[in-house]
């Protein structure tokens, strides 16, 4: 199939790239386009413009910060899988990028796509989640913060006006808290069913520190429980706890049936890799502990 007739602009500026966007009612921003093509093709998207970002270098950096890493929005799956100090600041991330799609798509695919594209059985919108991640939203003449927390709506839908678009993403320092992530396909590179992903620090006493939990596939959008998280602060890590952790979270989100799998399927999926995503982190947490 083939998308229907669109008009195709590509600015040199980041400047140029938001008049467009405010000028051309109905346009979509093209990055990867691993997943507005494929849409479009199937008439599920019908811009009428599409704006090529291709060309702005300024939105493909990494850069530290001092509170945080800063990263363009045209940064690539395949970068965020090899750059060394992604590896360092967020470990999981390059973990997570393994299990995304196929390394053609990974070559071109963005993150600030895949944030943007909203899609609550991808990884990046879980690790979003987990780790608070804070998004740059343009457009002409203003800019804005939007936390992870309050961007994603539903399923593909973002708390992005039809003007703006992100520009980069930072990692806090949240971003370096021993994490883990886990997820079922039933083939390799498919969406997942289901995406666990959790982080964990404890003292030398093995007591709790910190617990954060995310799950994705299971909602309209990323889930996390803040009042679970708190509950679990001074506990006794180990697996009585995440097994807790993990049936309260199953019992909390609502998946739905579909073709793929049942939501009682689902639930009990989502709590396994919970279970084994608590386990992985807190074995980190161990280990890094074990190495200061």
């Avoid at 300024?58 to 530290?64: A, P, R």
């Avoid at 060394?84 to 393994?98: D, G, L």
């Avoid at 973002?158 to 993403?169: Q, R």
Wanted: proline letters at 6%.
């Amino acid at each position: 199939m083939k998308p229907p007739a669109f008009e195709y602009v590509r600015p040199q500026t980041l400047e140029e790239a938001l008049a467009a966007l405010e000028a051309h009612e109905d346009a979509k921003v093209l990055a990867g386009g691993q997943s507005l093509i494929p849409m479009m093709n199937m008439r599920l998207a019908q811009p009428s413009t599409l704006i090529d970002i291709n060309g702005l270098a300024e939105l493909s950096q990494i850069q530290e910060a001092p509170d945080g890493l800063m990263v363009g929005a045209l940064v690539r799956h395949f970068q965020l899988e090899q750059d060394a100090r992604i590896a360092q600041f967020c470990p999981v991330v390059p973990e997570a990028e393994r299990l995304i799609a196929h390394p053609a798509i990974r070559t071109r695919g963005t993150i600030g796509g895949s944030l943007s594209h909203a899609d609550p059985a991808a990884e990046l919108p879980v690790l979003a989640a987990l780790f608070d991640w804070e998004l740059t939203v343009a457009s002409r003449g203003e800019t804005r913060v939007v936390p992870a927390s309050q961007f994603f709506l539903s399923y593909f839908i973002t708390a992005l006006a039809p003007n703006e678009m992100v520009t980069a993403v930072k990692f806090p320092r949240a971003s370096r808290l021993p994490a883990a992530i886990e997820e079922y396909a039933i083939r390799s590179g498919d969406f997942a069913l289901a995406i666990a992903a959790a982080a964990v620090d404890s003292d030398a006493h093995g007591r709790v520190s910190v617990v954060r939990m995310v799950l994705g596939g299971v909602g309209d959008v990323p889930w996390r429980s803040l009042d679970l998280e708190e509950s679990a602060r001074g506990e006794t890590a180990g697996p009585d706890l995440w097994t807790h952790l993990a049936e309260e979270a199953a019992r909390q989100i609502d998946p739905a049936d579909d073709l793929h799998a049942t939501a009682d399927y689902r639930r009990q999926l989502a709590q396994t890799l919970m279970i084994q995503a608590l386990d992985r982190a807190h074995q980190k947490s161990v280990a890094q502990r074990g190495n200061s």
